[in-house]
C-alpha cells in the first residue's frame, strides 16, 4: 500500500490513495485484524507530477512576502513542503520493514501520512481559492535529499525528518498564520492552524520512536542524536526555536540548541 502511494504521481490522485489506505489500515486495527506488514522495495524517488517544476533553490524566483503574489508564493512552497511530507511518511513505513518494530510504529506513521495528505488538500485549495494551483509555479527540488541520505538508517531518519526538518515547521508556521491573518485571508489562516496542530504529534511520533530504538540499542539519545544530525543534516539548526511546541513533542533544549554551533574541534 505504501509502495503504491509512492508510486502515484499526481498529488490529488497520490493523497485521495493514502487516505483509502491509511483508512484501511485503521479498519483492520480497530476489528482485531491488523495488517500484515510484509516487505517492499520502495522507490528511490517517489512519483511525482510533470509540475511544478522542480529546481535548484538558488534559482526558484523569491517573490515580495508582503505581496498577494508572494502570499500564493509561499502557499505553493507549502503545499509542495506537505506533499513531499506524504511520501516521507509512507517511505518510512516501508523502508525499514527489517527492523522489527510494534504495529503502534506503523499506527502512528499512517496517522501522520493520512494527516498530510489533508494538509496538502487544504493548501490546494486555497491555491485554487487565489485562482492558482499547485503546479503553476517551480519548487525546490532536493527535498527528497534527507530521505536518500537515510535510507539505511532508520535512527538517522528519525533524527533528520520529524525531529529536525517537521520540528522547523513548527518554529515558522506562527509568522506565517500571522501573515495571512494580517491579509485577511480566513481560508488559509484556518489551514495552517489545522497544520500547525497536527504537526505537533509527527515531531512527537519521532522523538517517541527514536528514544524507544535508544532504549534497543541502549545507547544515550542525546548523544545519539546529536551525531546523527551532524552526518545527515546538512547545515545548522536555526533560532528562533519554538520551545514550547518543541517541548509538547518531547524535543528538550539539550537536543537542538547545541546543533545551532559547528562542532567544536577538541
Ligand atoms: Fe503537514
Ligand atoms: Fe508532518
Redesign the pocket.
Same mark, same amino acid.
Given at each position: 500500500m505504501a509502495v503504491e502511494v509512492l508510486g502515484t504521481a499526481d498529488g490529488r490522485a497520490k493523497t485521495a490513495l493514502s487516505h483509502a489506505h491509511a483508512a484501511s489500515w485503521r479498519a483492520a486495527r480497530a476489528a482485531g485484524k491488523p495488517l500484515a506488514i510484509g516487505r517492499a522495495s520502495p522507490p528511490d524517488h517517489p512519483a511525482r507530477p510533470a509540475a511544478p517544476a522542480l529546481l535548484d533553490p538558488r534559482d526558484v524566483p523569491r517573490r515580495k512576502a508582503g505581496s498577494r503574489q508572494g502570499r500564493v508564493a509561499m502557499l505553493h512552497a507549502v503545499a509542495h513542503?506537505?506533499l513531499n511530507?506524504?511520501d516521507l511518511h509512507w517511505d518510512i513505513i516501508a523502508r525499514f520493514t527489517e527492523t522489527p518494530m510494534p504495529a503502534g510504529f506503523y499506527d502512528d506513521w499512517v496517522k501522520?501520512a493520512d494527516? #498530510?495528505s489533508?494538509?496538502?488538500n487544504l493548501l490546494c485549495d486555497c491555491l485554487e481559492a487565489h485562482g492558482s494551483s499547485y503546479g503553476a509555479m517551480p519548487a525546490h527540488a532536493g527535498m527528497w535529499q534527507a530521505a536518500s541520505d537515510t535510507a539505511q538508517d532508520l535512527m538517522g531518519r528519525l533524527a533528520v525528518v520529524p525531529m529536525v526538518l #517537521?520540528a522547523r515547521?513548527l518554529d515558522v508556521t506562527p509568522n506565517m498564520i500571522a501573515l495571512f491573518e494580517k491579509a485577511g485571508d480566513r481560508q488559509t489562516v484556518d489551514a495552517l492552524n489545522v497544520?500547525y496542530a497536527?504537526?505537533v504529534s509527527?515531531v512527537a511520533y519521532g522523538s517517541k520512536w527514536f528514544h524507544f530504538l535508544c532504549g534497543r540499542h541502549e545507547l544515550d539519545p542525546r548523544v545519539v542524536f546529536h551525531d546523527l544530525v551532524r552526518r545527515y543534516f546538512h547545515g545548522l539548526l536555526k533560532p528562533p526555536f519554538n520551545e514550547e511546541k518543541r517541548a509538547e513533542a518531547g524535543l528538550p533544549p539539550d537536543f537542538y540548541w547545541p546543533l545551532t554551533e559547528e562542532q567544536r574541534a577538541v
Open positions: 513542503i506537505e511530507a506524504v501522520a494527516e #498530510e489533508k494538509h496538502f #517537521e515547521g497544520i497536527e504537526e509527527h
